[in-house]
């Protein structure tokens, strides 16, 4: 079945560095690929999202780039801000032609701090 | 546009009772998904309905759980007979289309005592 694998966290940085967290997943198909952030105490919102191969979403200084060959979808922000701090996960869904559950399928999540 | 609205944002019930979430999704989306996150997991994906009918159900425990999303009205998570291991956080979400991006309600937190 689908699978999302994201590296565990917490993830601690420190404001202004790099962040990139791993995404790889397993599908039917070619899945859309996303990102969803989670702050305390809140539902999800969507991040950014990709629909094909070679795709990039991006949003608020997040990108990720959809790589079918490596079944990737790291997300990137070139300099994190404390405001930043949540919860990520990762997510994909099969196409109508492609079987699979009709819901998303998440990773576990990785938890992100940003200390000032 | 509201968005996806969840009452109540916080439920506590004593095991054995029963425990009922309402979803209402964002107005025009007529697909509705339910998921359940289980302290330190991801969401898990429950059921999916459209308007009267449930589609994929391949997530929902096979005891105790039951979805509906009648004609009018909010989309309803029912649990029967709840047990502390129902204990968790559900999140509705809905979406315009089959197999397109969801959008999530703020959740209903479940603590069965």
């Known amino acids: 079945g689908d699978s999302v694998t994201q590296m565990e966290g917490p993830v601690t940085l420190s404001e202004e560095a790099f962040l990139t967290i791993n995404c790889t997943y397993t599908a039917t198909g070619y899945p859309s690929l996303f990102w969803y952030v989670q702050y305390p105490g809140e539902g999800l919102q969507l991040l950014l999202k990709?629909?094909?191969?070679?795709d990039k979403g991006s949003n608020k200084g997040f990108e990720a780039t959809y790589r079918k060959e490596t079944t990737s979808f790291h997300l990137e922000k070139g300099s994190v801000q404390v405001s930043d701090s949540a919860v990520y996960f990762c997510?994909?869904?099969?196409?109508?032609?492609?079987?699979?559950?009709?819901?998303?399928?998440f990773g576990k999540g990785t938890h992100l701090i940003i200390q000032p | 546009n509201a968005g996806v609205m969840q009452n109540p944002r916080h439920l506590v019930r004593r095991r054995g009772q029963e425990a009922r979430l309402r979803c209402s999704p964002v107005?025009?989306?007529?697909?509705v998904y339910w998921y359940r996150q289980l302290p330190e997991e991801g969401l898990k994906f429950m059921v999916y309905l459209q308007k009267e009918n449930i589609i994929d159900e391949s997530g929902m425990p096979k005891e105790r759980f039951s979805a509906e999303f009648p004609k009018e009205g909010p989309s309803i998570l029912r649990i029967q007979q709840v047990v502390r291991g129902d204990s968790a956080a559900y999140f509705c979400?809905?979406?315009?289309?089959?197999?397109?991006?969801?959008?999530f309600g703020p959740g209903t937190r479940l603590t069965v005592l």
């Open positions: 997510a994909l869904i099969t196409p109508v032609s492609g079987g699979g559950a009709d819901g998303l399928t």
């Open positions: 107005k025009g989306h007529s697909h």
């Open positions: 990709a629909t094909k191969a070679d």
């Open positions: 979400a809905s979406s315009p289309r089959v197999k397109n991006e969801q959008f």
